[in-house]
């Protein structure tokens, strides 16, 4: 068996009667494969969508917030704009309708309602990269030359100009109101783009 990556081919050589079981172990494996991928990336929206978005539930005045995996499947059906949705909680199977935030339980009848929290753009933190910030709100940072940012920068701006230029300064610019609302901006979007795979 020889795999080629720049074609994505598998060759299997061999016997007659063993090629067909070994094709088969090789789709099985990547079918298992696949699936994995596809649970690793759905966690991962379901982690973004939580920095931003928390839906809770309220039963008989004691609230409750959904786990992650919930939490995701009840955002996903709230940006498609879904009617209802089913959901499981300790104990019963609750029917959600997303226009009224309400819920009742299937088996035993339970009410609740639902609560969606957006979680406020200050719990993003900041980048590591960035020098601490004094009271302004925006500030320009001279980037060091020897620094990995600087080359970085001076690498992407050598690529895209047309003509032969020369780099005097690079200064980085912090903006914490924007960068946070860059990241929910960015994690909605990648709901959005998530939704339509």
């Known amino acids: 068996m020889t ?28 079918s298992k ?3 994995q991928l596809e649970e690793e990336r759905e966690y991962e929206n379901a982690q973004m969508v939580y920095k931003t978005v928390q839906w809770a539930y309220k039963v008989n005045e004691t609230e409750a917030q959904f786990d992650l995996q919930t939490n995701h499947k009840v955002e996903l059906a709230h940006s498609k704009e879904d009617s209802s949705i089913k959901v499981s909680l300790p104990g019963d199977e609750f029917v959600i309708d997303l ?29 590591e990269t960035w020098s601490p910030m004094t009271s302004e709100e ?26 032969k230029s ?12 924007l ?10 979007n990648g709901q959005r783009q998530w939704q339509k795979q």
């Open 3 to 30: 795999f080629d990556a720049s074609s994505n081919r598998i060759k299997v050589r061999g016997d007659v009667l063993e090629v067909p079981k070994m094709v088969e172990k090789i789709y099985q494996e990547i």
């Open 33 to 35: 494969r696949k699936q």
């Open 99 to 127: 226009k009224a935030k309400t819920g009742y339980g299937q088996h035993h009848g339970e009410q609740l309602t639902l609560i969606r929290k957006l979680k406020n753009a200050e719990e993003i933190s900041l980048p």
């Open 138 to 163: 925006v500030q320009a940072m001279p980037l060091d030359t020897h620094s990995k940012e600087y080359k970085n920068v001076c690498n992407i701006f050598y690529l895209t100009a047309k003509q």
């Open 166 to 177: 020369t780099i005097t300064r690079i200064d980085r610019v912090q903006n914490p109101y």
């Open 179 to 188: 960068f946070r609302r860059y990241m929910v901006r960015k994690t909605e």
